[in-house]
């Protein structure tokens, strides 16, 4: 069993398809097509069931998977251990973060550890809370930033930020104009939220729920940018965070709402799975984020 046939069978059970997978690795479809079938003589069993209908991976080949991660991850951490005899890091740290904190927090953050360390590279993906949460758990990326709920009991949180969700209208909207508004006002608007899934949404249906209205008119929209033009063009209202109205408000075209409620505080969280504590490039990135703030 060769380091590259764990890659090949990795990026097969992620892409879910032999050819995006060799594209992905720069790799032949045979030759990805020969290291599945070379791990699957090796373990004398079938791994994944391919037809052309469907594309399902075995009980015994979901297990090679969970172990294929944490023996890349071994192996990338190897690699960095080997590197700090020379006290610089690099190769690429994968980081995936929530709309929120990716879009609007993380990028001022990373200054001080590509100042400290310009060798590294940065892979960052953006994704909603529970998307993060299923990449970290899964060893698709080597730590997560999250400001939902974490549901895995068998990853690390560290909390490194609190946050703020307020309440914005449109410059032109009717509620823009009033000093405090209503709960029957907030009750009647329609609501830009975010999907199922995502941190912010967690939190803005909480909001609802504390003023007695769990349905409001809703119009979904996938992003925070998304949300955000939509309020300014006066679609509806939103609870969203603070760093991610900072511009608008500042400019004008939002406008805070009062709607008398006690602060709607949440705090972001690194989330990282044990085995990738003792990673140098995620060390280095947690201390960084951890003393930004």
């Known amino acids: 069993m060769l380091l590259e046939q764990l890659h090949t069978y990795a990026a097969v059970v992620e892409l879910k398809n032999f050819t995006k997978a060799g594209e992905a ?7 990805v097509s020969l290291h599945i079938k070379q ?10 069931i391919r037809t052309k209908k469907q594309f399902r991976i075995t009980p015994a080949g979901r297990l090679l998977y969970d172990r294929a991660k944490q023996l890349i991850a071994l192996a990338e951490e190897t690699k960095e251990d080997m590197i700090r005899q020379s006290g610089e890091l690099t190769g690429t740290l994968m980081i995936a ?8 927090v993380l990028p001022r953050l990373l200054a001080p550890l590509l100042l400290a360390h310009p060798k590294l590279e940065l892979d960052i993906a953006i994704a909603n809370t529970e998307e993060v949460e299923s990449m970290v758990h899964e060893f698709r990326c080597d730590v997560g930033c999250v400001e939902g709920t974490v549901r895995q009991d068998s990853l690390i949180a560290v909390p490194f930020m609190e946050d703020e969700l307020i309440i914005i209208a449109g410059a032109g909207h009717p509620l823009a104009v009033r000093q405090t ?17 995502s941190g912010t949404r967690e939190h803005s249906d909480h909001l609802l729920r504390s003023i007695g209205h769990v349905a409001p008119k809703r119009l979904i929209i996938r992003s925070n940018g998304g949300v955000l033009q939509a309020v300014k063009a006066g679609l509806g209202i939103a609870a969203i965070s603070v760093h991610a109205a900072r511009d608008g408000l500042g400019a004008g075209y939002l406008v805070r709402l009062d709607a008398g409620l006690p602060p709607q505080k949440r705090t972001f969280s690194l989330l990282h799975a044990p085995l990738m504590a003792e990673r140098a490039a995620v060390g280095a990135f947690l201390e960084t984020v951890t003393e930004g703030e």
């Open 25 to 31: 690795l720069n790799l032949a479809q045979p030759t």
């Open 39 to 48: 791990l699957e003589e090796e373990f004398g069993t079938e791994l994944i």
């Open 97 to 104: 973060a929530s709309n929120t904190i990716g879009e609007y």
């Open 181 to 197: 508004v209503t709960a029957e006002d907030l009750q009647n608007a329609r609501w830009i939220t975010r999907e199922e899934g």
